[in-house]
């Protein structure tokens, strides 16, 4: 009853049930294609396969305002709108596909986590956090390319330029700052390694703040998209600006000034200096937005002073050698004397 309900609401409407054959060929192309693109992170292909297989697909009748592809975790089942084929290349049904494989169910069937979005009692983290994550990894599969598009008067470099591209695109950044590795083992596989790894790195007040600014992003934008009166979406637009521009601000500056605390010889200040030069590809930026070139020059300075200080040590270490050597030839010189005698 409370299914039915909610699919009255959405307007969403079954036509026909997609019959067992079609579903199995549809779950093989998906699990060859996910491990084939994603060779370097083991996934399970029969497993993958079976949780496909045993999921009932719909072709129905779906809202243009909706996405053309919904699974529901209410009953377990994926809708596909009448005007797509089921097809894994195309993304809004890879996108759903990875919410049903990243599904983590109890013995009771009660759903507790899904990818990084964790299902408490009281409220559910990370919902959006999950949605670019898992965008990420559709655009990784389908082997996207990064394209710089305008969208509310700023200029973002995005995997995805349809489907969540703002968030895409921080994914995109924090995944070229800490690795892609542990990003995609807990979207796809529901565990909490991603979130370890990045609190390591970025420190955990970052992290809730990704968390929270990812949120508040995606609801904006769902207020721009259902809204028609002109001062809610001129509010909501600048707001995503805002928290854009924040957010890529404190991953920057987290990831960088923690990173070159750790810089421990000359190896490690160059791969640093490269990182830092390469992430400008990454950013997104306004008509106003500095701080990554303010913050790029602070950083040369104290590079530079930290390049020297390894110089410095290095001249020393060289000095002290030849003093050692030199000693040791005049030690050898007198105990053959001593022979001789």
Do not use: W
């Amino acid at each position: 009853m409370q299914i039915n309900k909610y699919f009255k609401e959405l307007n969403i409407e079954p036509i026909s049930e997609v019959n067992i054959r079609e579903r199995c060929e549809f779950a093989n192309g998906v699990a060859m294609v996910m491990v084939e693109k994603l060779a370097d992170y083991n996934l399970d292909y029969l497993k993958i396969v079976d949780i496909l297989q045993h999921t009932e697909m719909y072709i129905a009748k779906i809202p243009k305002n909706l996405s053309p592809v919904n699974y529901s975790y209410l009953d377990g089942k994926m809708y596909i709108s009448e005007d797509i084929k089921l097809d894994v290349r195309n993304e809004f049904v890879l996108h759903e596909v990875i919410h049903r494989i990243q599904e983590y169910r109890n013995k009771k069937e009660k759903l507790l986590q899904l990818g990084l979005c964790d299902v408490m009692e009281t409220k559910i983290k990370g919902l959006a956090l999950n949605e670019a994550a898992v965008q990420y990894i559709v655009q990784r599969v389908l082997n996207s390319e990064s394209k710089v598009i305008d969208i509310y008067g700023m200029k973002i470099p995005t995997l995805s330029k349809n489907y969540y591209p703002i968030l895409t695109n921080l994914i995109e950044q924090i995944t070229f700052l800490i690795g892609e590795a542990k990003l995609i083992d807990s979207t796809i596989n529901s565990n909490n390694e991603f979130k370890y790894d990045t609190i390591d790195i970025l420190g955990e007040d970052t992290y809730n703040a990704i968390e929270n600014s990812f949120e508040q992003i995606l609801e904006s934008n769902n207020k721009i998209l259902k809204n028609t009166d002109k001062s809610i979406i001129e509010e909501n637009i600048d707001l995503i600006k805002n928290i854009y521009i924040d957010i890529q601000n404190r991953i920057m500056t987290s990831f960088f000034n923690k990173e070159f605390k750790r810089i421990k010889s000359m190896e490690q200040l160059k791969k640093f200096n490269t990182k830092l030069l390469n992430y400008k590809d990454y950013i997104g930026s306004n008509e106003v937005q500095v701080l990554y070139i303010d913050f790029f020059k602070t950083m040369q300075e104290l590079i530079k002073e930290k390049e020297q200080s390894f110089i410095n040590k290095s001249l020393i270490v060289v000095k002290e050698n030849k003093i050692i050597n030199v000693f040791n030839r005049i030690k050898k010189y007198l105990k053959n004397l001593v022979f001789q005698n």
